[in-house]
């Protein structure tokens, strides 16, 4: 699918956006909106004919790319803290919410880190072999299950993670109690992040507005060009 490219494209872009000193969102909204006119170009000029000239071979490679970024990441990422890995680090920051528990252990987070992600990855390996197996009554039931493999795996892990081994704490997703823009502004120009950029400020001056203000470049105007490029 789409989502594994396009999770890599948004994580270089937001590099280069951070390279140029450019706000990401400005820089994001002005690609997708050259992509836009991209799409509407190729449909009117027919250039989805030119895909019969691509091989296997260019799909496969790519494919091969992402496999390898998600599969690193997840493993321990040798330039960044992430993957499981680094569980196993003490001075890891997500043993940090858990530190002042006195009945914490960081290896056993670590260790039954490694068993869910693992876990899920082989079961839902497991589930989409079940379309091409005898089992289960008729092809429909075989079928509904290889193709929610994924979903299935992650809600049985989950439920093993927080209710068969709910006395060990795990890190989980941080997902906030409002729907709204999770950007914390330090000042009415929502430039800085907070905290993190204001440590001596008390409360936050507000959240990200909704919309993204497309001249909010910094004075560098060429930027709307430079985004027709990636």
Sequence with gaps: GGTGPVLAFTGVLYKLSKSLDVPFLTFNAWVGLWVCVYMILASILHLNAMIAYATRFTDEIFALLISAIFIIDALGSPLQPVGLYHYFVRSHISHDEFENEPDYSYQATAFLSVIIGIGTTGLAFLFRSVKFSPYFCNAS?????????????????????????KQIDTESLNVPDVFEPT???????????????CPNQQFAYGRRPWIVDLF??????????LAAVP
């Design 141 to 165: 039931v075989r079928t509904a299950i290889a193709d929610f493999a994924v979903p299935l795996a992650i809600l049985f892990f989950t439920v093993l993670d927080k209710v068969v081994f």
């Design 183 to 197: 950007f914390a502004c330090c000042t009415e120009k929502c430039d800085s992040f907070f905290p993190d950029d």
């Design 216 to 225: 909010d470049l910094d004075g560098k105007t060429w930027i709307p060009f």
